[in-house]
């Protein structure tokens, strides 16, 4: 059975470290309770009204029905662990489409919050929710274990790489690099990181200036378990890379929290960072900081999309996964500094998956798979990854 560590009912293990996993559950309960959703605006007569744009030639005939039965719905309720920043491109591309579907939210949660707030509710009489968004990738295991996704195939389907339905009813919209984000202030110009070798050895240069200097993601965080163990499980020499490295770092929970100690100059440089988080706040800073790929290998966790099987605007819904999929939404993807997969897609200055591949090499960028991982394994690598921290 999977984990339940990321999940509901999670627990602290015996004698490991208790109080921080404690801190971790604390935060996303509380996120649970207290993030709002964020709204486009009520629906107008006109709108409800407007005509809808033509579907794809390649969407079937029946998705008229789908596009009719929305207007009757009008809403969409997300919930999601992705910045307001980031959707707001999505959802105004979204609603220029459907332009009677101008009643969506989507809360900004952690990433366990999304799927416990979800399991919550559910279990307690039913949720408004009507999907789910998340990079959590152990945490989308335990979902698919529950059979909670409609059962809903895109037409979009057969345009994009076989591993875009990642499980089923769950949808891969943007494939998000890791990166490295570091103060150009605090940092000489010649220490400017290009990757985790890089970093490593930039800290071993001087260890009493840069220990507890550097940030990292917690891998008892779900997104910080998919960095951390992608990064040492796909690239060469990664626990070797680690083994350098982690002792002169220190262990936080949260993306926004490893970029304001950046920001701040407490931390020079933090690692396993999203790059739907760190490169827009790079390219808003300033020229205060700076991000880089990892030059000797890049993870990337994807972000995907589920339609609940209780979604109470379950058309709506469907409209919107198929927008996220298509050439035009993946561009309003890219818009929001997420990284769209889709081939082809125009967009300005945000690298596609395409364009990592092509700068760093295919076989330096490393998709992280949304696999079951068995609580044992979970364990054995947090001790090994606590233990090279020191």
């Known amino acids: 059975m999977f984990s339940t560590r990321f999940g509901p009912g999670a627990a602290p293990a015996p004698d490991r470290r208790p109080s921080r996993r404690s801190v971790l559950r604390g935060a996303a309960a509380l996120g649970a309770l207290t993030a709002a959703g964020s709204t486009l605006g009520g629906c107008t007569t006109t709108d409800a009204n407007a005509a809808a744009q033509p579907n794809p030639a390649y969407y079937p005939p029946a998705y008229d029905k789908i596009v009719e039965a929305s207007r009757r719905e009008k809403k969409l309720l997300i919930y999601s662990n992705t910045s307001q920043t980031a959707w707001q491109p999505i959802f105004d591309a979204f609603t220029g489409r459907y332009p009677w579907l101008t009643d969506i939210r989507a809360t900004n949660l952690g990433s366990s919050a999304v799927y416990e707030r979800y399991y919550s509710e559910a279990a307690t009489g039913g949720s408004p929710a009507d999907l789910l968004v998340s990079n959590g ?80 993601y917690d891998p008892t965080n779900a997104y910080g378990y998919s960095t951390n163990q992608g990064y040492t499980s796909t690239v060469t020499g990664g626990w070797e890379t680690f083994g350098r490295l982690l002792p002169f770092a220190r262990a936080d929970h949260s993306s926004g929290t490893l970029v304001e100690k950046v920001v701040s100059g407490e931390y020079d440089a933090s690692f396993n960072l999203s790059g739907g988080v760190a490169v827009p706040a790079a390219e808003g800073s300033g020229g205060l900081l700076g991000w880089s790929y990892c030059a000797e290998g890049t993870v990337v966790v994807p972000r995907a999309a589920s339609i609940v099987r209780t979604a109470p605007h379950a058309n709506a819904a469907r409209l919107f996964v198929d927008f996220l999929l298509s050439a035009e939404g993946q561009a309003a993807v ?52 606590e233990k090279a921290m020191g």
């Open 137 to 216: 990738g152990p945490l989308w295991g335990d979902y698919a274990e529950r059979e909670i996704a409609a059962d809903y195939s895109s037409p979009e389907k057969d345009h994009l790489p076989d591993w875009a339905e990642v499980m089923p009813g769950v949808w891969i919209f943007s494939t998000d690099p890791v990166v490295v984000l570091y103060n150009r202030k605090t940092l000489d110009e010649s220490r400017y990181p290009t990757g985790l070798v890089s970093l490593a050895e930039t800290a071993e240069s001087k260890p009493s200036r840069f220990r507890g200097k550097i940030g990292v």
């Open 334 to 385: 890219a818009k929001g500094g997420l990284t769209p997969y889709r081939e082809g897609v125009k967009q300005d200055d945000t690298d596609s998956l395409q364009d990592i591949q092509r700068k760093l090499g295919a076989d330096r960028v490393h998709l992280y798979p949304y696999t079951e991982v068995p609580e044992k394994t979970q364990d054995a690598y947090v001790e090994r990854w």
